[in-house]
Each structure stands twice: as structure tokens, then as C-alpha cells.
């Protein structure tokens, strides 16, 4: 869980820096920092998952080697449990800071600039669901 809480505060303060670095910004500059903090954040918990699902995976293979089936199983539950709440939080930092960028675009009248802000937040967040079925496989795969 300290993963997580560590996550949670990293999304913090590179939130208030975008938001910070963005009042001062022309339009395109605060469209390329949204994205490259939707995509810090995006990378992150991607790296979190990594981890914490070959950590998950050795556990599950040696469960299963010494006979411990249930076990395996619980872990293989609370490590996609664990994934799906990086997710959450990741895709709520996302959603926060897009949602934020797209305001203020908005304001400032550039439209199409908020319009490929929107678009690329959809895919990240996108990306992050296909994050989760590809470990919900992998730990599917091993417990086989």
C-alpha cells in the first residue's frame, strides 16, 4: 500500500506544478505540459503494475509449486485488486488534470488544441484499462 500512497503523492505535486507552470503559459506550452504530465502519470503507474505483478507472479509460482492452489489464487486476486486501485487513482489525476487543461484552453479561445488535449487523454485512459486486462492475463496464465 505505500506504492500506492507514494503514487498519490507524486500525482499531487506534479499536479500543482502544472497547474502552477500553466497559468503563465501560452496555449501551446500548457497543452504540451497537460500531456506530458497525463503521460508521467500514465508511466507510472504503469511501472507500479510492472512491479508489482512480477513480484505477484513469483509469489503465485511458487505457491503453486508447493501445492497451494487457494493461495495462489488470493494472490492473484489482491494483486489485480492492488493494480485496479493504481488505476483509479491514476486515471482520477488524469481526468483532473485534463479536465483542467481543457477548461482553460477553452478559455483562451484554443479550441482545437483543447480538442487533441481530450483526444489524448482518451487514449492514455484507454491505455491504462488495456494495462489492466493484460495483467488480469498474465496472472490468469500463470495460475494455469
Not at 507552470?21 to 508521467?40: I, L
Request: net charge neutral; aromatic share 2%.
Amino acid at each position: 500500500m505505500s506504492k500506492l500512497m507514494t503514487l498519490a503523492a507524486m500525482f499531487v505535486v506534479a499536479y500543482t506544478l502544472t497547474m502552477t507552470a500553466q497559468a503563465q503559459a501560452n496555449p501551446v506550452e500548457a497543452a504540451q505540459r497537460c500531456v506530458t504530465h497525463v503521460n508521467r502519470v500514465a508511466d507510472r503507474a504503469e511501472a507500479v503494475i510492472a512491479d508489482d505483478t512480477a513480484a505477484c507472479l513469483q509469489e503465485i509460482r511458487r505457491l503453486l509449486c508447493a501445492g497451494r492452489v487457494e493461495a495462489a489464487h488470493a494472490v492473484a486476486r489482491r494483486c489485480h485488486q492492488d493494480a485496479k486501485e493504481v488505476v483509479r487513482r491514476a486515471a482520477a489525476e488524469i481526468d483532473t488534470v485534463c479536465t483542467n487543461c481543457i477548461r482553460y484552453l477553452d478559455s483562451v479561445g484554443a479550441f482545437r488544441l483543447a480538442r487533441r488535449v481530450d483526444n489524448h487523454c482518451g487514449l492514455v485512459l484507454d491505455g491504462l484499462d488495456a494495462l489492466l486486462d493484460r495483467q488480469q492475463q498474465a496472472l490468469a496464465d500463470a495460475l494455469n
